[in-house]
């Protein structure tokens, strides 16, 4: 669905800054959200007791207009730096500055040897991203790693 997200927004804004999501030549880092994670936003903005289809998502994320998609997808994207799985769990409390210029908080939970990344978004209703994957793609200018909801960049009922 994030493909998907990105190409709708190239189609109508083919200068978006969200083209560098698809290009790989700026050094960045992308929190990416799961095909699940757009479904439970979905359901989150809709009220609705069960999660949609992946069309029915993709057809709603649509509908919330261009600009609203391109915001969300820029708030994912933290430019020019590249946090792999080592910096990200020893990141605990900073604020990263994402493409779309608000901030997101990182929440590292600690259970023994474990840790737990979490995002802490503009909205205060809805729980906190995870981070699922790690270090999707390392190797070029860009890193990803997959989160379990959508970042809000702001406070949705």
Known sequence: MLTAAVLAVLEAKP????????????????F???DAAFRELVRDLTHAHRLPS????????AGLG???VENVLLY???PDATMDRRAAVRADGAELTT???ATVEVDVLRWWHFRQVRLVDADTSDRDAR???YDINK???QIAHAVDRVLRPIDLP
């Not at 200068?15 to 992308?30: D, F, I, M």
């Not at 992946?54 to 994320?61: I, K, L, P, R, S």
């Open 15 to 30: 200068n978006s800054p969200v083209k560098v999501l698809a290009e790989g030549a700026v050094a960045l880092t992308a």
């Open 32 to 34: 990416v959200p799961t």
């Open 54 to 61: 992946e069309q029915a998502a993709f057809t709603a994320v």
């Open 66 to 68: 261009i600009d609203t």
């Open 76 to 78: 994912h994207v933290v």
């Open 99 to 101: 493409a779309l210029g």
């Open 131 to 133: 981070v699922v994957a």
């Open 139 to 141: 190797g070029n200018r």
